[in-house]
């Protein structure tokens, strides 16, 4: 069965840093991507970037240049890093194993969420 549990959420500072992980385990057939997602209150889930199979990257337009998704393979692990952190970026962020077909596209299985909070 697919499992992901995200960690690291917590309060920052606002132009502040926090690394969020994703440990995964198990697989779904055909999947080459890994997504972060994140829900503001009131607001509809949102991307906020992805990582292939193969080491691409993307990002939602909001994030570019402050935000960073990577893999830890050894570990079965992706993680965000997140920097220059904005008020607006309060969300509960999520995982998600998913697939890339132009873009990124999210699967059936999420995991619980972390809550980042900024304050200005």
């Known amino acids: 069965q697919v499992q992901l549990v995200e960690s690291g959420g917590g309060l920052v500072q606002a132009g502040g840093s926090l690394r969020l992980s994703c440990a995964a385990s198990g697989s779904i057939f055909g999947a080459n991507a890994m997504g972060w997602y994140r829900q503001a209150p009131g607001k509809e889930r949102e991307l906020v970037g992805c990582?292939?199979?193969?080491?691409?990257?993307g990002y939602t337009e909001s994030v570019k240049g402050r935000f960073t998704i990577s893999r830890v393979n050894a570990k079965n692990t992706v993680n965000l890093q997140m920097s220059s952190l904005k008020p607006d970026d309060t969300a509960v962020y999520y995982c998600?194993?998913?697939?890339?077909?132009?873009?990124?596209?999210?699967?059936?299985?999420w995991g619980q969420g972390t809550q980042v909070t900024v304050s200005s």
């Open positions: 998600n194993l998913g697939y890339y077909v132009g873009t990124c596209t999210p699967g059936a299985y």
């Open positions: 990582i292939t199979s193969d080491g691409r990257t």
